[in-house]
């Protein structure tokens, strides 16, 4: 069984400049959900991908925007970045059943925003 | 965005000693869920709940849903080196879709 990977691993961007962010879900998942973790603190919900549609997002401004592909993979877009976008994004996934409340993480991807 | 409060937020313990933590909430939560972090990687689920009072445990560690709903506990005995790292609750509420509200972690150091 294959687990959540995520990429890339790591990204330097300039502010106001644009980023794409990539998931794949584990085997048998079909719900997708993101998270920003800033340094010293617990990840916070960005939003969650269900059958390729959004179900459900967090306090975050339009410019974070996502994708979720037919093979359940996602992607997390960020516009005009900003110096405290620098954080780890996490990715993860669940069955989207009544179990979805467990939720898998990647191992993340830490993007720093100069 | 609202976090859930965890006690203590460091601890230092000696190899082979149990260890308590908590996490506490203003609002009820219907799942409760431990997750440990590790430096550099994602959190890995460690023990999901789904009712008040239940009591779970995975190996050496043991977490408990409180009456309340507003609370849980995590237990880990007899501690070792690998169990380094921090430790995050994150429940879920219902009605929230599958968002996961996490907590402000515990970092668990162990000494030899």
């Known amino acids: 069984e294959t687990g959540v990977t995520q990429s890339p691993t790591h990204l330097i961007k300039t502010r106001g400049q644009q980023v794409t962010l990539r998931c794949s879900s584990q085997s048998g998942h079909n719900t997708v959900s993101w998270y920003q973790q800033a340094l010293g603190q617990g990840p916070q919900f960005i939003f969650q991908y269900y059958r390729e549609e959004e179900n459900g997002r967090g306090n975050f401004p339009p410019r974070f925007s996502g994708l979720q592909f037919p093979n359940y993979s996602s992607e997390l877009n960020v516009n005009a970045l900003e110096l405290d976008d620098s954080a780890l994004y996490l990715c993860a996934s669940s069955s989207g059943t009544g179990m979805s409340y467990e939720q898998y993480f990647g191992p993340g991807t830490r993007l720093t925003v100069t | 965005g609202q976090q859930l409060n965890q006690n203590p937020q460091s601890m230092f313990i000696q190899e082979g000693e149990d260890v308590s933590m908590n996490c506490t909430s203003s609002?009820?939560?219907?799942?409760w869920l431990w997750y440990k972090q590790d430096p550099g990687e994602g959190p890995v689920l460690l023990i999901a709940?789904?009712?008040?009072?239940e009591l779970t445990s995975n190996g050496r560690l043991t977490a408990q849903f409180g009456i309340t709903r507003k609370d849980s506990f995590l237990n880990i005995s007899a501690s070792i080196p690998s169990d380094v790292g921090i430790y995050f609750c994150a429940g879920h509420r219902t009605g929230t879709a599958s968002k996961l509200t996490f907590g402000t972690g515990t970092r668990l150091q162990v000494t030899l």
């Open positions: 709940l789904y009712k008040a009072g």
């Open positions: 609002s009820i939560f219907n799942t």
